[in-house]
């Protein structure tokens, strides 16, 4: 069965600094990775889709690659500001619906 | 302009209550799907509808009943609620079964049985 980890499981940075989140899938088949962003309260917001043929994908100061030999994203924030902070969800659409992994709280502080 | 949007996004009624939770999706996608997100906030999977057919039914207690009467909508009722159905329920839709050109997530709707 499908598992997603996500690491570390919060994370506090001073404004200004790069950052990178991991994800890791226990199964090899992956077909698309999305990366979402959450905040408090509030729904899932897509920041950027890999599909199965690519690597990665650049959205502004965000990028995120895709390592399917050996099962592994990492989301790559670029000078992080305050407006960042909210927990990052990685998930692994696979051969099934979307599994998520347990997310990313991140706190960036001005 | 709201790609999936659900309705109520907030929902408070008592125990051994029957409530519904609706959901629409202006997409054109042929796949849906009802999410739920714990108090512990992680997501899991409860159903997926693919052109109005049940395809995914992931050990969900059947005091759930998901409706679709057509692609664009997913219903879902809820009999004889129970504390721990106290949950943030998502709704999301992809353009096919494998999702390959992503998901795209409802606002949510916040249900808490008192």
């Known amino acids: 069965k499908q598992e997603v980890t996500q690491i570390p499981a919060a994370l506090s940075v001073p404004e200004g600094e790069n950052l990178v989140l991991n994800c890791s899938f226990t199964d090899s088949a992956i077909y698309n990775l999305q990366w979402f962003r959450q905040d408090p309260g509030k729904g899932l917001t897509s920041l950027l889709l890999i599909q199965s043929s690519q690597r990665e994908q650049t959205s502004g100061r965000l990028n995120a690659s895709l390592d399917k030999s050996s099962g592994r994203s990492t989301l790559y924030i670029a000078a992080s500001q305050p407006g960042d902070s909210a927990t990052y969800l990685c998930?692994?659409?696979?051969?099934?619906?979307?599994?998520f992994g347990k997310g990313t709280r991140l706190s960036v502080i001005a | 302009d709201t790609a999936v949007s659900q309705t109520p996004k907030y929902l408070v009624t008592q125990m051994g209550n029957d409530k519904s939770i609706k959901c629409e999706q202006n997409?054109?996608?042929?796949?849906m799907y009802w999410y739920k997100q714990d108090s512990k906030k992680f997501l899991k999977i409860m159903f997926s509808y693919n052109n109005k057919e049940l395809i995914i039914n992931e050990t969900v207690p059947n005091r759930f009943s998901p409706k679709s009467p057509d692609k664009a909508h997913l219903n879902l009722h809820i009999n004889s609620l129970e504390l721990g159905d106290s949950a943030v329920y998502f709704c999301?839709?992809?353009?096919?079964?494998?999702?390959?050109?992503?998901?795209?997530f409802g606002s949510g709707t916040r249900l808490t049985v008192v």
């Open positions: 998930a692994n659409s696979g051969n099934t619906p979307l599994v």
């Open positions: 997409l054109g996608h042929d796949t």
């Open positions: 999301a839709s992809s353009q096919d079964m494998t999702g390959g050109r992503g998901y795209t």
